[in-house]
């Protein structure tokens, strides 16, 4: 990363969108611009779990001025970042389909333990660096992070459903306060978080920190009050909730340091804190500079190595856990990644390459359950399991590749309707029946081309002769790709 380039990050939380521009300086990335705009997407969630159209409508049209101030920034500047809310939604790629298109640029839902490593990531690169051991709370509108780790290293990472959109709407309907709304908002909060206490006791972490929204928002009001500044403490949650109680709403609540876009959430929020208060013994907690949008931005810098990309880690670690034949792995993913770039004329960043040869690597991930219908197990692995740097939509199409490795192609039907996605699985499979025999092919007299949607397979004199049974199987692999909507003919000599 050449010092000087612009990064960006978007956030599309519950309650907020954020965008955050800094520019790359010896490791370093430093604030250019920072713009947030109150969307309450979670608010637009009914009962079957479907984003309103005014909801949508919202995300939108952030996302437009956004994509104003990012013109002239190349994907690899830019990551996007969606969390609970459309993580929950049942149509979230009516959403996310025209948000793209919007935005100009990919966005991902993330997983809540991706969510939460990227939060810790954020507030690790804004602190000043110890070895001193962190609890790292961040309460969003509808879901709930919390990290253990200590430096730069997430250890132990959790996302709970709730948050302070969630629970201002279910607990404090119309912004009503009551000491009986947050006594019952808070034995709730407790019941979804009591799991937490086993996973991070208090014995293992020193310091706990709150990141985002609510926390600051707490901090900000306690210190316009009176409070300490730069700490939140139990006293003051207690004091500020006695206001809100004797206020009666959040509308008729009139407090220093209240933002109006903070208002609406506040009980909610309020509530929750108070319960990891009360559940982890919290005596104070400090409000940290990090969220997850920096982290996003420092994840940009560490995927432009493949040694520090944790999505690189995380495959090393996936086929460690599964006790996958690594040589056979890496044999598959060479011949693959050499197909591919025959036909890929669009990949020209890599990326795509990048992606085959990490499905090629576990595409035998499945054969821990069982040989049998071991890419269907391989695919459900991939799609179930918690996998640092991934997204759901590319941890999703990895599944699809290793489910579509061998067998019949209809039931990759959908995905099939995309081109880029039939050239990297037609160089899995044949990769896969090239290294039948678990040792190196002569893929280089194997030669790929495609036009029109029409894909051509030759090979050089002699080779079928040499390889008959890879000759027989390449045959058989023409009659499977007959009942697809592409077609595949061979000149195999």
Known sequence: MLNGTLLAAIDLGSNSFRLEIGRFHSGHIERVEYLKETVRQGNGLDEQKNLSAAAMQRGWDCLARFAERLHGFQKHQVRAVATQTLREAVNRDVFLERAQQILGFAIEVVSGQEEARLIYQGVSRLLPQSDEKRLVVDIGGRSTEMILGQGYE????????????AWSTRYFPKGLCSTGSFKTAEIAAQAVLDEALGTFPASEWRVAYGSSGTVGAVADILAANGFAAGVVTRPGLDWLMDRMVKAGSVDALRLDGLKEDRRAV????????RAIFGLFGIEQMLPAQGALRQGALYDLIDREGNDTDVRERT???LAERFSIDTEQAERVSTVACALFAQIAADNADGRYSQK????ARLHEIGTHISHERSYHHGAYILDHVDAPGF???????????????????RKLEFALADELFAKQLLSLRLAVLLCHARQMPEHAAVRLSYKNGAFRLGTADGWAKRFPQSAWLLGEEVLAWQKSPWRLAAEIR
Request: charged share 20%; proline share 2%; aromatic share 8%.
């Open 154 to 165: 997430a250890r132990r990472m959790e996302s709970y459903r709730l948050g302070s959109v």
């Open 266 to 273: 506040l009980g909610g929020g309020l509530a929750v804190l």
């Open 315 to 317: 495959v090393r670690w």
């Open 356 to 359: 085959l040869a990490w499905a």
């Open 391 to 409: 997204s759901f939509p590319e941890l999703h199409r990895m599944s699809q590749l290793v489910l579509g490795q061998r067998g019949k192609l």
